[in-house]
């Protein structure tokens, strides 16, 4: 068994069959939960204005990123990820220079700092979670 960087409580099997259903297009596949930013792609360094990274941020949980000066609320997110039981850490910034990298106005970050996701607008919330723990496949559209 090979250790590359934070373990992740998601099987790898798992990640790979929703990565290979994404890319094949499968009907598996969800609109709401595609991400336009793979989990096999790290998120993106920026300095921070109070000199941090962001990937100062990843690590302990799932980090949820409300980017810019009007993201969409995230209460009902932390709400339906503490009613799963999925640890999450909301980190609301309003930097243009994180806002161009990340590229969308809500970003949820693996505690490995890997994107699971990313959107503008919310998809079914407990959907999602599940989706990104590893719980369920996508769902179909």
């Known amino acids: ?12 099997r798992r990640i790979a069959d929703l990565l290979a259903g994404w890319q094949r297009g499968d009907a598996r ?25 962001t990937l100062d941020l990843f690590g302990r949980s799932f980090t949820l990123l409300p980017l810019g000066a009007n993201p ?22 309003n930097e243009p220079e994180v806002a161009a990298a990340y590229e969308r106005a809500l970003v949820l970050v693996r505690p490995d700092g890997h994107v699971a996701w990313r959107g ?16 369920s496949p996508a769902p179909a559209p």
């Open 1 to 12: 068994m090979v250790h590359i960087g934070h373990a992740s409580r998601i099987p790898l």
């Open 72 to 93: 969409p609320v995230a209460s009902e997110f932390e709400s339906a990820a503490e009613r799963l039981g999925v640890p999450v850490s909301v980190v609301a910034l």
């Open 29 to 53: 596949r969800s609109d709401a939960l595609r991400s336009d930013c793979p989990a096999r792609h790290r998120a993106p360094h920026v300095w921070l204005a109070d000199g941090r990274s």
């Open 120 to 135: 503008d607008v919310w998809p079914d919330l407990e959907k999602l979670l599940d989706c990104v723990r590893g719980v």
